[in-house]
């Protein structure tokens, strides 16, 4: 299939790159024009504009738009929308607000266009590994472009099947993306997957702090340790019931710096914490947890501890996120 893919950064760029190497055709676009030259020195159809992406896309046009959530994607649905057909489909695989996608997919569909989020995770290892969907939109739109997710998703790889999953339920799960439902229902799935990130980040950040705080001046000398954090959080994603891929990249960040000195700890969020936390207002949901790990983030841009190194380690590790400025 022929797509055109708008925003080639760290994770556009590399999508772009994966469905390629699937057989499939990118129109690529950014405004950054050597973005755009490295694609095409990997097999992309290079466009100057939205309008000469246009010329290029074929009919009906697939556009994948990857930017920064709110005015900035805004602006570039609707400069698509503005000169679209019937039948074009846009895709947001950015991090947008769910309740954007039910706008915007309500005035495409008044130009008889559909619209389809996407909730994308994978970072910046997705080229290799395969990207995490969860996926919006009408039903048989999304199952048209099944090639391109398919493509994208990581596939079973070798992870067990789960005890009692029956034959004949959707396969999209076990290979790594699903249909969640209509407009917004993808970017919702994704918004509460980053909620708990923002808790298990927040716990492993606690845990290695306290270890790091049993060598403390404060405490009775033959209650002091001097623990080895690189050696426990390797020990730890060998058989332990808390490892995770976060605890890799936590135990990564540690061996190569066992003080984090090049983080300073201020650590950032980029939304769907807090709008996690506003859904859970809305339904009445108690979420202690991912509630006290959103506000920790906006506190550690007060005063920092060892614990939010962590966080800030973890984040450039799965994101390639560089922390704000001071």
Request: glycine share 14%; with cysteine; hydrophobic share 40%.
């Amino acid at each position: 299939m022929r797509l055109v893919m708008i925003g080639l950064g760290r994770m556009g760029g590399n999508m772009a790159r994966r469905l390629m190497k699937a057989g499939h055709e990118i129109v690529a676009f950014d405004r950054d024009a050597q973005a755009v030259e490295k694609l095409v020195a990997d097999g992309a159809i290079a466009a100057s504009s939205v309008d000469d992406a246009r010329v290029r896309a074929g009919s009906p046009a697939i556009w994948w738009v990857m930017l920064p959530h709110g005015e900035i994607t805004d602006g570039m649905v609707n400069q698509i929308a503005a000169g679209g057909s019937a039948g074009d489909v846009v895709i947001d695989g950015g991090n947008s607000f769910y309740k954007d996608d039910i706008r915007r997919a309500k005035a495409l569909a008044e130009k008889g266009m559909h619209y389809v989020d996407v909730g994308t995770s994978g970072g910046v290892w997705g080229l290799e590994r395969g990207y995490c969907m969860m996926i919006g939109g009408p039903k048989d739109v999304v199952q048209d472009l099944d090639p391109i997710f398919a493509a994208l998703a990581p596939g079973m790889g070798n992870i067990p099947r789960t005890v009692g999953r029956k034959d004949g339920t959707d396969p999209r799960a076990e290979n790594g993306y699903i249909h969640a439902g209509p407009a917004g229902a993808g970017h919702f799935v994704k918004m509460v997957h980053n909620g708990i990130e923002y808790g298990l980040m927040q716990a492993y950040a606690e845990g290695f702090d306290i270890l790091k705080g049993k060598a403390s001046e404060k405490l009775p000398e033959d209650q002091r340790y001097d623990i080895d954090l690189a050696d426990v959080a390797e020990v730890w994603r060998r058989g332990s019931v808390i490892s995770s891929w976060l605890l890799d990249l936590t135990a990564d960040a540690l061996t190569a710096d066992g003080k984090l000195e090049k983080f300073s700890g201020n650590v950032a969020d980029s939304g769907e914490g807090q709008w996690t936390i506003e859904a859970a207002m809305e339904e009445a949901v108690p979420a202690n947890v991912l509630t006290t790990a959103l506000f920790a983030r906006y506190r550690s841009r007060v005063e920092h501890t060892f614990g939010e190194k962590v966080l800030s380690a973890m984040r450039f590790g799965f994101g390639g996120h560089v922390e704000m400025p001071q």
